[in-house]
């Protein structure tokens, strides 16, 4: 007699080992597939209030249907998305672009800082014409004659440029 129910109770044991393990694999498959299968609407009820259901409960109406994704990485996250790449070539093509705006650039500032250096030469020039107290001549008259510069031009003539003088490095 012991040995009889021993023995059913073992048979019994293992057919629900097999059903636990049938269930544990089936199941994941029964949720996905019910998943993709069951469509979603967005639905409006008398209030107009948005209710999104599998159907729509009675007294509203069918707005849309909604295409709902599964969750991918099972964290309850969206999967990552894939930016664009970039080919080397492009990259490479960017790289160069880059460059060449950097050394027009410094060529623009090269070019920049010969202009002001020779208009800081020129005003160091003038200025020490102006200082020397030799005759500066400022135009001609009409008989052809030169017109030299008065004392009082040539006092602000040197007040200016000593101001144009105070941007440029000293050397």
């Given at each position: 007699?012991?040995?009889?129910?021993?023995?059913?109770?073992?048979?019994?044991?293992?057919?629900?080992?097999k059903n636990i393990a049938l269930l544990i694999?089936?199941?994941?498959?029964?949720?996905?597939?019910?998943?993709?299968?069951?469509?979603?609407?967005?639905?409006?009820?008398?209030?107009?209030?948005?209710?999104?259901?599998?159907?729509?409960?009675?007294?509203?109406?069918?707005?849309?249907?909604?295409?709902?994704?599964?969750?991918?990485?099972?964290?309850?996250?969206?999967?990552?998305?894939?930016?664009?790449?970039?080919?080397?070539?492009?990259?490479?093509?960017?790289?160069?672009?880059?460059?060449?705006?950097?050394?027009?650039?410094?060529?623009?500032?090269?070019?920049?800082?010969?202009?002001?250096?020779?208009?800081?030469?020129?005003n160091q020039k003038r200025l020490n014409a102006?200082?020397?107290?030799?005759?500066?001549?400022?135009?001609?008259?009409?008989?052809?004659?030169?017109?030299?510069?008065?004392?009082?031009?040539?006092?602000?003539?040197?007040?200016?440029?000593?101001?144009?003088?105070?941007?440029?490095?000293?050397?």
């Open positions: 007699m012991n040995i009889q129910i021993y023995s059913y109770m073992r048979r019994l044991g293992q057919a629900r080992i694999f089936l199941l994941p498959l029964l949720n996905l597939t019910s998943h993709a299968q069951t469509p979603t609407f967005e639905c409006k009820d008398a209030q107009g209030r948005k209710i999104l259901a599998s159907r729509c409960p009675l007294g509203s109406t069918i707005v849309k249907e909604i295409e709902i994704t599964p969750v991918q990485n099972g964290l309850g996250q969206k999967p990552a998305e894939k930016k664009p790449t970039q080919s080397l070539w492009a990259k490479e093509i960017e790289f160069k672009e880059r460059q060449k705006q950097k050394e027009e650039q410094a060529t623009l500032e090269r070019d920049k800082q010969r202009r002001d250096e020779e208009k800081c030469y020129q102006l200082l020397s107290g030799l005759p500066i001549t400022t135009g001609e008259n009409a008989q052809g004659e030169p017109i030299l510069m008065e004392d009082e031009q040539r006092l602000e003539e040197i007040k200016k440029t000593k101001e144009k003088l105070k941007n440029c490095k000293a050397d």
